[in-house]
Antibody
Framework: QLQLQESGPGLVKPSEPLSLTCTVS??????????WGWVRQPPGKGLEWIAS???????FYKPSLRSRVTISVDTSKNQFSLKLSSVTAADTAVYYC??????????????WGQGTLVTVSS | QSVLTQPPSVSGAPGQRVTMSCTGS?????????VHWYQQLPGTAPKLLIY???NRPSGVPDRFSGSKSGTSASLAITGLQTEDEADYYC???????????FGGGTRLTLL
């Protein structure tokens, strides 16, 4: 059974970068059948898709975040990662990683990790 | 404001049927891209409920169904149960943005 687990700091200072890693178990990030993505949810608000990556390195980014976001995959560790630069309080959210169906235009997400809360505060 | 528009809330009594909508545009749902639905129970991660407009993953009861027409999609829940009280999100792809989109979410409240 595929499982995903997010890891990273729970507290990040304003203007600093945020880095999160998603470790995949029970399956391979090298599968040609799936994308791997990040979604966030600010406290009390809705879901926001951030970025997705295919094992060959093809990436998709939310346009409004593109300048600050980098998604990458490490097939040797069966992990994929998210980096968000110059964070502000508006980036405070629960960050989820998830597996997405291919092609990207049919990118339903299943399963999801349990999520990790990242708070931006000094 | 989300590109996919969902009503903020719907409500129904146990045993009743409710529907909730997801309205998009000609660059997403109207362009033929599939709609997916997620259920998020309080304090938990979202769970895939419906994929590719009207398909249920294994384990999802057939009380849940999806449909799509034109620039909109709908999620229907029949025989409402207390455990259905949750937030529901639609998702689709937008070709003008080359991005995945979520609706703003609909909170289902049981009366």
């Amino acid at each position: 059974q595929l499982q995903l687990q997010e890891s990273g700091p729970g507290l990040v200072k304003p203007s600093e970068p945020l880095s999160l890693t998603c470790t995949v178990s029970g399956g391979s990030v090298s599968s040609s059948d799936y994308y791997w993505g990040w979604v966030r949810q600010p406290p009390g608000k809705g879901l926001e898709w951030i970025a997705s990556i295919y094992y060959m390195g093809v990436t998709f980014y939310k346009p409004s975040l593109r300048s600050r976001v980098t998604i990458s995959v490490d097939t040797s560790k069966n992990q994929f990662s998210l980096k968000l630069s110059s964070v502000t309080a508006a980036d405070t959210a629960v960050y989820y990683c998830a597996r997405g169906a291919a092609p990207f235009s049919r990118n339903w997400l299943d399963p999801w990790g349990q999520g990790t809360l990242v708070t931006v505060s000094s | 404001q989300s590109v996919l528009t969902q009503p903020p809330s719907v409500s129904g009594a146990p045993g009743q049927r409710v529907t909730m909508s997801c309205t998009g545009s000609s660059s997403n749902i109207g362009a033929g891209y599939d709609v997916h639905w997620y259920q998020q129970l309080p304090g938990t991660a979202p769970k895939l409920l419906i994929y590719n407009n009207n398909n249920r993953p294994s384990g999802v009861p057939d009380r849940f169904s999806g449909s799509k027409s034109g620039t909109s999609a709908s999620l229907a829940i029949t025989g409402l149960q207390t455990e259905d009280e949750a937030d529901y999100y639609c998702q689709s792809y937008d070709s003008s943005l080359s991005a995945s989109l979520f609706g703003g979410g609909t909170r289902l409240t049981l009366l």
